[in-house]
């Protein structure tokens, strides 16, 4: 069973950067897995914000994009989200997610194709 235990969320003013981190255990291959990070705000719908594939193709929402920053340890066993310029919109709970996968897909940001989540890590940035 695939586990995914997300960190590094907090408070920081606008600006300011946080560093994401998401472990993964239970993992038969990781070398095929995609992987993202999606965010819900309080009253908004849940969106993709940067996936990588397992080819480690990498997509960005097109808010974030310059910002953040996606990536994994040579292992593949921790996902990293780095948010730089952070602003008050940014605010939201940040999860971690991962699905069985090749390549790297067209569409990343469709949540049902993710069967493992992690709990969600809060990241609030004030202006």
């Known amino acids: 069973q695939v586990q995914l235990v997300e960190s590094g969320g907090g408070s920081v003013q606008a600006g300011g950067s946080l560093r994401l981190s998401c472990a993964a255990s239970g993992y038969t291959y990781s070398s095929y897995y995609c992987m993202a990070w999606f965010r819900q705000a309080p009253g908004k719908e849940r969106e993709g914000v940067a996936s990588?594939?397992?080819?480690?193709?990498?997509s960005f929402v097109d808010s974030v994009k310059g910002r953040f920053t996606i990536s994994q340890d040579n292992a593949k066993t921790t996902l990293y989200l780095q948010m730089n310029s952070l602003k008050p919109e940014d605010t939201a709970m940040y999860y971690c997610v991962a699905a069985a996968c090749v390549g790297a897909w067209s569409f990343p940001f469709l949540a049902y194709r993710y069967k493992y989540w992690g709990q969600g890590t809060q990241v609030t940035v004030s202006s």
């Open positions: 990588i594939g397992s080819d480690g193709r990498t």
